[in-house]
């Protein structure tokens, strides 16, 4: 299969990529993060700017596309850094590859040697990526780092077994009581976004996560006006998809915790959980967690993806760890300077005093 040549294309738009990137998404071990829509939403609401320039590699065994490396370059300061589309809000990273009709080795040999040059680029930087490259190509980077890990909860026995095999019956008798405790005390409903609207639900998700933000002391993503637009105009496309999920806990028809995540191919990601700080004591993120968690096994989803990061509570759920990796090689000087900021910053924020400034979710 790998006596036809090798040839490749590199896109700059996603008109004529659907047909292609969908026949790939059928037959590549991705994440929804690297899915023809989430890419193609990611650029209409945040990408397209005067930045970002897409850099789409496809490539073909003869005229048959086997593999697509959904990257950009995108301008800061004085580099241009090539990366995968979508970040930051990417949390995984990975290639579509049809792994029936191309030898991997055969693929990546061509990738670097004769498709990345090609490119004019100071600084590759494939952040999150998955375990999908082995050790052997590592030589091909300036560094290769392990950064972080997501964690998930793989679904193969009912909720009643995972969940008392998971939690002893202390921990079990507390998360009855959370919610026998908001029970006797108003109405308590789980409900869609439906029941307020897409956009009122939206709304009331961003102002619960920007009061979280000023009380952890760092950025408030939805401070500026222009961020909550593109964050709803990117979520409402996805959603028109059939990716988005959103849930609410009701107390007395008020939403007091909401979550808006992903379904894609049989998996629940979990990615933007916000609550109202005024009913803190009842824990109502925890308490619409747990049903976010028992709704995935009764809808009978493969995977509930937590998706990066080391929050504590994560730990308690998870039954299966997913490395993440950096892979980062400079070319110029200017390459080399964003390089070695970059690790001095990783080192910096591996520090419990400063892992706070660059916290992104609470």
Not at 75 to 83: M, P, Q, R
Not at 240 to 264: M, P, R, S, T
Request: proline fraction near 2%.
């Amino acid at each position: 299969m790998n006596s036809i040549e090798l040839n490749y294309e590199i896109f700059e738009d996603f008109d004529t990529l659907k047909d292609i990137w969908f026949s790939l998404e059928k037959v590549s071990d991705i994440e929804v993060f690297n899915s023809f829509y989430w890419c193609k939403s990611w650029c209409h609401s945040y990408g397209l700017t005067s930045s970002i320039n897409l850099k789409i590699i496809v490539i073909y065994s003869g005229a048959e596309p086997v593999s697509i490396f959904p990257l950009c370059i995108r301008n800061s300061g004085f580099t241009s850094i090539l990366e995968f589309i979508g970040e930051p809000f990417n949390d995984y990273n990975s290639p579509l590859i049809n792994s029936d009709r191309i030898k991997f080795d055969f693929l990546i040999e061509y990738l670097f040697n004769s498709i990345i040059p090609t490119i004019k680029y100071d600084l590759l930087l494939f952040l999150k990526q998955t375990n999908w490259l082995p050790k052997r190509y590592y030589s091909y980077f300036s560094s290769v780092q392990k950064n972080n890990s997501g964690y998930s909860i793989v679904i193969n026995k009912s909720w009643k077994d995972f969940y008392e095999s998971h939690f002893n019956r202390k921990s079990r008798y507390k998360n009855r009581r959370l919610l026998n405790i908001l029970q006797k005390n108003g109405d308590l409903k789980f409900e869609s976004e439906k029941h307020f609207g897409l956009e009122d639900t939206l709304n009331i998700l961003m102002k619960y996560k920007s009061e979280s933000y000023k009380r952890l002391n760092v950025t408030d993503f939805f401070k500026f006006n222009k961020n909550a637009d593109n964050y709803l105009e990117f979520i409402k496309e996805l959603y028109y998809c059939g990716y988005v999920d959103i849930k609410c806990l009701l107390f007395n028809d008020e939403i007091i915790a909401v979550h808006c995540g992903f379904i894609y191919k049989n998996c629940f990601y979990y990615i933007m959980p916000s609550y109202d700080f005024s009913y803190k004591q009842f824990s109502p993120g925890k308490v619409l967690l747990n049903n976010l968690i028992e709704c995935a096994f009764n809808e009978n989803l493969g995977r509930f993806d937590f998706t990066i990061g080391d929050e504590p509570y994560k730990k308690e759920w998870f039954n299966q760890e997913t490395s993440v990796f950096t892979h980062i090689k400079f070319r110029t000087f200017y390459g080399f300077i964003s390089y070695v900021y970059y690790l001095a910053r990783t080192r910096l924020t591996k520090s419990k005093l400063l892992r706070k400034i660059y916290a992104y979710r609470m």
